[in-house]
């Protein structure tokens, strides 16, 4: 199994500012006869079913807000909220989807300072 | 608009046999991976395993193999999740989830609002 590992397990971040969680999966996602990484980030606040965010690792879902993005490649990914808003209070995870079991990472819980 | 609506909370004893339901609307039900996950509470997602619908292949991750089934029924466009014998350790919020494209193992979108299982005796 691909192992999914996530930093940090959480954090803190004033509104406004910037927050970013790390991804790091055991071997690479990357696909190499299409260049695709495959990654993705989901968002789950409390009560609530997980939320798709963005996919092939730096493609952002329909309605998701611009100020999330996704980058990076191979093994290592990060997840990026340009100006934190209230609202974006939540627990994030990384998935791959590269090969069975699509395995998450163990999440990373976002707060507000 | 796509949907996939579950089944609702179960409460059981250990030993039970239980089979949860999600039903998916809004889009050719056999072209695309269905699948489970599971949140114990308070904890993280957890990948169970996934269906096609079209000719039923079906993949399970190690850790739920021989403890859960997953099938599917393309005539009423229902995918269920079942135990034969429930334990305590079962008891969890079930998600089911869509491969987010047609044909492929893909993201998971949309998420099922999720079924609450119960175990206790």
């Known amino acids: 199994d691909i192992v999914m590992t996530q930093s940090p397990d959480s954090l803190a971040v004033s509104l406004g500012e910037r927050a970013t969680i790390n991804c790091k999966s055991s071997?690479?996602?990357?696909?190499?006869?299409?260049?695709?990484?495959?990654l993705a980030w989901y968002q789950q606040k409390p009560g609530q079913s997980p939320k798709l965010l963005i996919y092939w690792a730096s493609t952002r879902e329909s309605g998701v807000p611009d100020r999330f993005s996704g980058s990076g490649s191979g093994t290592d990914f990060t997840l990026t909220i340009s100006s934190l808003q209230a609202e974006d209070v939540a627990v994030y995870y990384c998935?791959?989807?590269?090969?069975?079991?699509?395995?998450f990472g163990q999440g990373t819980k976002l707060e507000i300072k | 608009e796509v949907q996939l609506v579950q089944s609702g909370a179960e409460v059981k004893k250990p030993g039970e046999s239980l089979k949860i339901s999600c039903k998916g609307s809004?889009?050719?039900?056999?072209?695309?991976?269905i699948g489970w996950v599971r949140q114990m509470p308070g904890k993280g997602l957890e990948w169970m395993g996934i269906?096609?619908?079209?000719?039923?292949?079906?993949r399970y991750s190690p850790s739920f193999r021989g403890q859960v089934t997953i099938s599917a029924d393309r005539s009423i466009s229902t995918a269920y999740l079942q135990w034969s014998s429930l334990r305590a350790s079962d008891t969890a919020m079930y998600y089911c989830?869509?491969?987010?494209?047609?044909?492929?193992?893909?993201?998971?979108?949309?998420w099922g609002q999720g079924t609450l299982v119960t175990v206790s005796s």
């Open positions: 071997q690479s996602v990357l696909y190499n006869s299409n260049n695709k990484n495959y």
């Open positions: 998935q791959q989807y590269y090969s069975t079991p699509h395995t």
């Open positions: 989830v869509r491969q987010g494209a047609p044909d492929t193992m893909s993201w998971f979108d949309p």
């Open positions: 809004g889009y050719s039900f056999t072209r695309y991976w």
């Open positions: 269906i096609y619908p079209g000719d039923s292949d079906t």
